[in-house]
């Protein structure tokens, strides 16, 4: 037997989209993923995932090449490596999802038991709206959303707001609330649309709605800059989820102890993969706050997302209510939906938790290399 890592790959995936979609401030044409990829002497694979940046491919090949030669056994030793030699916390991400998937795989056992075992076999999955679509007024978007999300057995939805005045958008999330089955749980994501005067304006009238949190409401972190999250929990009751661009744990540790959000959102190919997600995931514990993790990604994201989900700690002793959450997106996603012939579905609003070896998933090498972008080969 051969485990050593003997070959390292980088891909990056793109494809168009049917209809152009995007959040407050952008639309989107195309779908994107970087895919990495581990092999060792013996033909075992192992894949991980993150988000695209330019230049992120190129770090992402010259770190893969130090794991060349060397066991994925030797996990934490791997990771202190990628973590001192790396400063780019997606290119650390990708290559931990995949050294955890490939052992897992080598041992024979899942990603989630590597970790000590899931601590549940389904996870709630929320839809997780594309956005704004191109030539389509929001309420209409917010509407189709919606019923394609209760008609396809989801209990929750996610809709993106923030690009129109809050009055008009209020309006529009009014009439949606007013045609939904009260039973079903809506939230927003403003993805940093607005200052904090507005965000307590727009929290306050998602309170009266009955909206189940407010997500990314203030300006995106930038370097040095402190996000003044504090200053919503103290004005507003709606829960406030942030968190899904930190990329250490200390960066968490801080946020946490600044009580920035009331829910926290740490994203597996950001944050550092599995193991670190879980870390995080129980300091959160810890503080009695709620972990639901980000993702928007391919099937191995959506994958490696739900073995971390298996593995959260509940925030309380009320299980069902506070217990973690799936992020599903509705966007037209290739990604997800061609590279792996696994079933990732939701089913009255659950995913199963995989249990096969590594993320649980098998990989269409030939669906997946379709998908390699003809501008980067």
Known sequence: MNARIAKTEVLELRHPVVTPTGP???????????????????????????????????????????LEGKAAADSRGLLDLLWETCVDSMVVSAWSIAIDDLRARQLGVSVAQLYGGSRRKKVRAYASSGGYRKGFEPEEGWLADVKYAKDNGFTACKLRIGRYHPRREL??????????????????????????????????????????????????FRAGMSYPG??????????????????????????????????????????????????????????????????????????????????????????????????FDLFENRMRTEISSDSLQAIDGYVTVPVNPGLGIEIDEHALRSLVDLGAR
């Open 24 to 66: 407050a401030a952008v639309t989107y044409s195309h779908r994107e993923s970087l895919i990495v990829r581990l092999e060792d002497g013996d033909g075992l694979v192992g894949w991980g995932e993150t988000y695209t940046a330019p230049g992120l491919a190129a770090v992402a090949r010259a770190v893969g090449s130090m």
């Open 171 to 220: 309006v529009g999330l009014r009439k949606v609330r007013a045609a939904v089955d009260p039973s079903m749980d809506l939230m927003v994501d403003a993805n940093g649309a607005y200052s904090v005067p507005l965000a307590i304006e727009v929290g306050r009238g998602l309170e009266a709605l009955g909206f189940r949190w407010f997500e990314e409401p203030l300006i995106r």
């Open 230 to 327: 504090y200053e919503l929990l103290s004005a507003l009751d709606i829960p406030i989820a942030a968190g899904e661009g930190l990329q250490t744990r200390g960066a968490f540790a801080a946020f946490l102890d600044r009580k920035a959000a009331d829910i926290i959102q740490p994203d597996v190919a950001i944050c550092g993969g599995v193991g670190e997600g879980l870390f995080i995931a129980e300091m959160a514990a810890l503080r009695g706050v709620p972990c639901v993790p980000h993702a928007w990604g391919g099937a191995i994201l959506l994958a490696a997302t739900i073995a971390f989900l298996s593995l959260i700690p509940e925030s309380s002793e009320l299980v069902g209510p506070a217990s973690p959450l799936l992020e």
